[in-house]
């Protein structure tokens, strides 16, 4: 099996956490956890199997002196990668109690950056158990990744990222 890249960011916070809860539910010798600042095409070239770890609204929103724009940087340079036989996996931690109106809104705008290119997006999950009011994450029914509300369910992290995980396996071809 080939190592998974999972991207994330930002740094240091929910994102970062739920990079290494996923890390230690596939194990740590067939991932490697990289952050997507300051990150270039030639990291996501070399993997097939990628993972991608955002946050919808936090501190890059509501902090001013936080001038943190991992994925605004990041998303600069998907038009330069060679997407060709990548299968692309995504999860958005999201507050469905402060922001029910925009829950998991990143993964909408991160699939959009990458619809147009040759990856292949797996790792879709149902809406079912989920309470918000709207999302930009959602295409035919699912989430376009998994969405965890590490705010107000964190007791539903392990258990969600490990189904997810027993999906991907799957998707990812393991």
């Not at 999201?94 to 619809?115: K, S, T």
């Not at 809406?127 to 369910?153: A, C, H, M, R």
Request: with cysteine; glycine share 10%; proline share 2%.
């Amino acid at each position: 099996m080939s190592k998974i890249g999972i991207f994330y960011g930002p740094e240091l916070g929910s994102v970062e956490k739920v990079a290494h809860v996923i890390e230690g539910k596939f194990g740590t010798d067939k991932v490697e956890l990289i952050a997507v600042k300051n990150v270039d095409e030639s990291a996501l070239e070399q993997f097939d199997k990628l993972i991608f770890g955002m946050s919808t609204i936090g501190k890059t929103n509501w902090d001013s002196e936080y001038k943190d724009t991992d994925w605004d940087v990041f998303a600069t340079k998907v038009g330069k990668v060679n997407w060709e036989g990548k299968k692309v996996a995504m999860y958005c931690l999201g507050d469905h109690i402060q922001y029910p109106q925009h829950f998991v809104d990143a993964l909408g705008w991160v699939y959009e950056r990458l619809e147009n290119t040759a990856a292949e997006v797996v790792g879709f999950c149902s809406t079912e158990g989920y309470v918000y009011e709207e999302s930009e994450g959602i295409k035919d029914g699912q989430f376009l990744g998994l969405p965890v509300d590490e705010d107000n369910e964190a007791g539903k992290t392990d258990v969600r990222v490990e189904n997810w995980i027993n999906r991907l396996i799957n998707e990812f071809g393991f």
